[in-house]
């Protein structure tokens, strides 16, 4: 089946005025929401989107239900409720010994994409370049783009996808002003190693540049790896905005409750911006996570890993049953797969082959990569019921 594009009549008359921005894209609908869409017509299994189907914590679940019977459905404060602030704060200093002000220094946001907007808002400029790394989560280049920023992409090293450092100098210029960092990372898994950050830390420290951090993923780390907040390094904590969430970590994709950590400097601008396009997050489920960032104990931060990692290890075994020569991420929780048995010249067409074989979406790889790279890459998410991943293993096995 052909991939569903949704575009824009683009004016060409001289005078033109009834037209879109020069901002708004051609296309308006990703290769992921394409391949949900067609998976859902179909009744098939989804792996290609990362919407976290496990169970939501009774704690959190509970909390959110007893806030809105008890009226706590109006608006809240831009940056999120007290409560919610001081539990961020709270778990920043518990896991990364950072320690932030939770009345200046801390804005609970609509997810995490609308922290990341926010931030971008606040201290970018049209024209800026900001330095991301490939393979690339799609929300961030495109979330560049839409204000104007030039995302400038440094390649990381197959099989491990191991940071080239001097790649990266080289794509400083004068007008970069930010280097954003994904870690655990969408789609390849990788986890920035100590040397990596404390390189790129450097880097910014030496070109006074923003570190922009998306870290939503920060608890799904496999065989013994450790997530580093790059704000935690010696003289970073002033220049990194964090923004992270809860959607994975709770499964709570549909709620949208992030947040976004940053020096006092700059958070005013930050929950303006956000005031401005988002308003505030739900509030009941503002105190839904507050709850869980209250009551749950350490222990179940590191069940979360333990049961990823195992359904990792199944979906793994299940594409190299299926040829599909899977890698092994040690972070969040998605498989880059190599396709090349799989029928089609392109990865769209080897995506959509596979899902009307068996009825399992996956997502092409170069919806991650520049034109031209990811062609022979699929991924595959492994955040799911595990009956309904034992069921997607199994058609692969057949295939």
Same mark, same amino acid.
């Given at each position: 089946?052909?991939?569903?594009?949704?575009? #824009? %009549?683009?004016? !060409?008359?001289?005078?033109?005025?009834?037209?879109?921005?020069?901002?708004?894209?051609?296309?308006? *609908?990703?290769?992921?929401?394409?391949?949900?869409?067609? $998976?859902?017509?179909?009744?098939?299994?989804?792996? !290609?989107?990362?919407?976290?189907?496990?169970?939501?914590?009774?704690?959190?679940?509970?909390?959110?239900?007893?806030?809105?019977?008890?009226? *706590?459905?109006?608006?809240?404060? $831009?940056?999120?409720?007290?409560?919610?602030?001081?539990?961020?704060? /709270? @778990? /920043?200093?518990?896991?990364?010994?950072?320690?932030?002000?939770?009345?200046?220094?801390?804005?609970?946001?609509?997810?995490?994409?609308?922290?990341?907007?926010?931030?971008?808002?606040?201290?970018?400029? %049209?024209?800026?370049?900001?330095?991301?790394?490939?393979?690339?989560?799609?929300? #961030?280049?495109?979330?560049? &783009?839409?204000?104007?920023?030039? %995302?400038?992409?440094?390649?990381?090293?197959?099989?491990?996808?191991?940071?080239?450092?001097?790649?990266?100098?080289?794509?400083?210029?004068?007008?970069?002003?930010?280097?954003?960092?994904?870690?655990? !990372?969408? %789609?390849?898994?990788?986890?920035?190693?100590?040397?990596?950050?404390?390189?790129?830390?450097?880097?910014?420290?030496? #070109?006074?540049?923003?570190?922009?951090?998306?870290?939503?993923?920060?608890?799904?780390?496999?065989?013994?790896?450790?997530?580093?907040?790059?704000?935690?390094?010696?003289?970073?904590?002033?220049?990194?905005?964090?923004?992270?969430?809860?959607? @994975?970590?709770?499964?709570?994709?549909?709620?949208?409750?992030?947040?976004?950590?940053?020096?006092?400097?700059?958070?005013?601008?930050?929950?303006?911006?956000?005031?401005?396009?988002?308003? $505030?997050?739900?509030?009941?489920?503002?105190?839904?996570?507050?709850?869980?960032?209250?009551?749950?104990?350490?222990?179940?931060?590191?069940?979360?890993?333990?049961? #990823? /990692?195992? @359904?990792?290890?199944?979906? &793994?075994?299940?594409?190299?049953?299926?040829?599909?020569?899977?890698?092994?991420?040690?972070?969040?929780?998605?498989?880059?797969?190599?396709?090349?048995?799989?029928?089609? &010249? !392109?990865?769209?067409?080897?995506?959509?082959?596979?899902?009307?074989?068996?009825?399992?979406?996956?997502?092409?790889?170069?919806?991650?990569?520049?034109?031209?790279?990811?062609?022979?890459?699929?991924?595959?998410?492994?955040?799911? /019921?595990?009956?309904?991943?034992?069921?997607? $293993?199994?058609?692969?096995?057949?295939?």
């Amino acid at each position: 089946m052909p991939e569903v594009l949704l575009r #824009h %009549p683009r004016l !060409a008359a001289s005078g033109a005025r009834l037209a879109l921005s020069r901002l708004a894209p051609d296309t308006f *609908q990703s290769e992921i929401r394409a391949m949900t869409a067609d $998976c859902e017509r179909m009744g098939g299994i989804n792996l !290609a989107q990362g919407v976290c189907d496990t169970p939501v914590p009774s704690i959190v679940e509970a909390a959110a239900i007893e806030a809105i019977r008890s009226g *706590q459905n109006t608006y809240t404060r $831009c940056d999120g409720i007290d409560r919610l602030r001081q539990a961020i704060a /709270q @778990k /920043q200093l518990r896991d990364y010994g950072l320690s932030y002000d939770p009345e200046r220094e801390v804005m609970a946001s609509l997810g995490a994409t609308a922290g990341l907007h926010a931030a971008m808002m606040a201290v970018l400029n %049209p024209g800026d370049e900001v330095i991301l790394f490939e393979p690339f989560y799609g929300y #961030h280049v495109n979330t560049l &783009k839409t204000q104007g920023v030039t %995302p400038i992409l440094v390649a990381l090293a197959e099989p491990d996808w191991q940071l080239d450092m001097d790649a990266l100098r080289a794509a400083i210029t004068s007008r970069t002003r930010a280097i954003l960092v994904n870690t655990p !990372a969408n %789609p390849s898994g990788k986890i920035f190693t100590l040397p990596e950050i404390q390189a790129v830390a450097d880097l910014a420290i030496e #070109h006074d540049l923003f570190v922009i951090t998306d870290e939503i993923y920060e608890y799904f780390v496999y065989d013994d790896a450790r997530h580093i907040c790059p704000a935690s390094l010696p003289g970073m904590r002033e220049r990194t905005i964090v923004v992270s969430g809860f959607s @994975k970590t709770f499964s709570i994709t549909g709620w949208r409750v992030g947040y976004a950590v940053a020096d006092a400097r700059w958070m005013p601008a930050i929950a303006h911006f956000h005031d401005l396009t988002f308003v $505030c997050s739900p509030a009941p489920f503002q105190h839904g996570v507050a709850a869980g960032l209250e009551q749950l104990p350490p222990g179940f931060y590191r069940q979360i890993a333990a049961d #990823h /990692q195992a @359904k990792r290890e199944r979906l &793994k075994g299940a594409l190299e049953n299926a040829g599909l020569e899977p890698s092994t991420p040690p972070g969040a929780y998605y498989i880059l797969a190599r396709a090349a048995r799989l029928p089609g &010249k !392109a990865a769209v067409e080897k995506a959509r082959r596979l899902m009307a074989a068996t009825g399992i979406a996956s997502v092409a790889g170069t919806a991650f990569f520049r034109p031209g790279r990811g062609e022979n890459l699929l991924r595959f998410c492994f955040a799911k /019921q595990d009956a309904e991943l034992e069921e997607a $293993c199994a058609r692969l096995r057949k295939l």
